[in-house]
């Protein structure tokens, strides 16, 4: 498996970082402060904020619960995990 993830893209030896992204490292410490969750939590709720355009319902309804909205219930295996990912998108640091 590591070798097939490691056959995609350049060379190991020829991997660069990519360059700064200002603007997306502000937006996941809004989310950080805003939640007051850790880094990681922040920049998946960064990521799926990024694009309104194109998100899917369910992403709406994560980004909606994590800004502070009606928290996300339903009887559905499908609803269920989102609640379950809602949920732990939220955890406190």
Do not use: H, K, Q
Not at 2 to 21: H, R, S
Not at 62 to 70: D, E, K, N, P, S
């Amino acid at each position: 498996m590591l070798a097939a993830i490691n056959g995609v893209g350049p060379a190991v030896e020829d991997e660069v970082p990519g360059a700064p992204d200002p603007a997306f490292a502000a937006r996941v410490e809004e989310w950080s402060a805003r939640g007051g969750v850790g880094l990681a939590r922040a920049t998946l709720l960064a990521v799926l904020d990024a694009l309104p355009a194109t998100r899917s319902a369910a992403t709406s309804r994560l980004i909606a619960a994590a800004r502070g909205g009606a928290a996300i219930a339903g009887e559905t295996p499908t609803e269920r995990w989102l609640a379950e990912l809602a949920g732990w998108l939220a955890e406190r640091r």
